[in-house]
Each structure stands twice: as C-alpha cells, then as structure tokens.
C-alpha cells in the first residue's frame, strides 16, 4: 500500500458546484496535512495547511482532517473556472528531518 | 514568501550529456530541497541542500547522477548527469518558509532527453 493515496481524475464539474477532492494514507504519525495547487506549467503553490485533526475554511476552500479514518479532504465552493488545476495533497511527521510526501495530484476542470 | 526563479525553463537534451539546472532564490534560506516530477507520478525528493555541507540524497538518488552545488544562501544547482531517456522529468527547487508546511516551488524545469 502506498504512503498517499490519490485519485488522479480528471475530475470536470459544472461551474458553481462544490468540489470534493481526497486523498487516503496509511502513516499515522502523519501530523502536518498541506494542499497545493499546480496549474499547468507552473510549480506547485500552497492552498492550505492543518496541523493534526480538525477543519481549516480559507475563503472558498476548506481543509478537513480525519486522522481516525486516515483521509483527507479539500473541498472548493462556488467553484470557478481559475479553479482548473492539478491539486496535489502532502503529508509528513513532525520531525525536522521528516519529508513530505506528495500524493499524485487529482486533475480538476470547471466547466463554465 | 519567497519568489523562485529556474533556468531553464525547459531544454530538450540528447542521450548521454549532462544538463545543470539553476535556482534562485529572492531571500536567504537555509535549506533548498530538488524533486522530480515524473508524468502520472507524485513529487519525489531527490536531495536536501545546506549551504557549507554536502547535500543529502534521498534513497534511490546519487551524487554521482545528480551533483549539487550550493554556494550561498540564494542559490542553488542541479546537474542531470549522463542522462537517459529515463531522466525525461519536471525538476523543481522548493524552500521552506515558517515550517516545513509552508514550501515554496520554482516554476520547474522540463527536461526531455532523446
């Protein structure tokens, strides 16, 4: 089984819907749980980041943490079609020289 | 934030030449990481650079294939050795910014070997 799981899509969903976008792990000492966002030919950008358990809202993006159920959650309301990139989830443990581990990346197109 | 800058942005390179890729930094860093960005593939940490120390190579990843240089606190390299088609990849330099939660990339670098 892999560290991070993640469906690679392509995910296409009408403009103004709620995007659900998920990742799964297997490492419970995962504690940091990061979200960046790629559009095509650019490097990665942070969207979020939580710490341990809990939810995090950011304007239209919000971060869900499960760590009882190892799974992961963005999710994106009043979607636009900005928003059509690749979204990569990242974990990793809390020592320094713990790394983070990137799932593949789920493709998202909004369709206006 | 920190802005990252690479050159190039992308070369399409023959089989068995050596490409050094260049990052650069707008602020002083500690720690400058290089990944790859296979197709279909997740990020892959190749090596963790120190200014003033070796770097440090992540397990399926060696110095002989991909030196380092880290002469300041802005700047980094990567060279891409003897390649091979195989080599064919996105390679981006990242750095930390409050935590290790909070990374910054460069735009990549798009490597094709033939």
């Known amino acids: 089984q892999k560290e991070v799981e993640q469906d690679p899509g392509p995910l296409s969903v009408p403009e103004g819907a709620i995007v659900s976008l998920n990742c799964t792990y297997s490492n419970s000492a995962f504690q940091y749980f990061m979200w960046y966002r790629q559009y095509s030919r650019k490097g990665p950008e942070l969207l979020m980041y939580t710490y341990s358990s809990g939810n995090k809202e950011d304007g239209r993006f919000t971060a869900q943490v499960d760590k009882s159920s190892k799974y992961i959650s963005l999710f994106i309301r009043d979607s636009q079609p900005s928003d059509s990139a690749t979204y990569l989830c990242a974990m990793s443990e809390v020592g320094r020289d713990d790394k983070i581990i990137f799932g593949k990346g789920t493709r998202l197109h909004i369709l206006p | 934030s920190a802005v990252i800058s690479q050159k190039p942005s992308r070369d399409i390179c023959q089989r068995g030449t050596s490409l050094t890729i260049q990052c650069q930094v707008d602020s002083q860093v500690t720690m400058m990481f290089w990944y790859r960005q296979q197709p279909g593939q997740s990020l892959t940490l190749i090596a963790t650079a120190n200014q003033g120390s070796e770097a440090t190579y992540e397990s399926g990843f060696v110095i002989d294939k991909f030196p380092i240089s880290r002469p300041n606190l802005t700047f980094s390299t990567l060279t891409v050795s003897n390649m091979s088609p195989e080599d064919s990849s996105i390679y981006l330099c990242?750095?930390?910014?409050?935590?290790?939660?909070?990374?910054?990339f460069g735009p990549g670098t798009r490597l094709l070997v033939l």
């Open positions: 990242s750095v930390e910014g409050l935590g290790k939660e909070t990374q910054y």
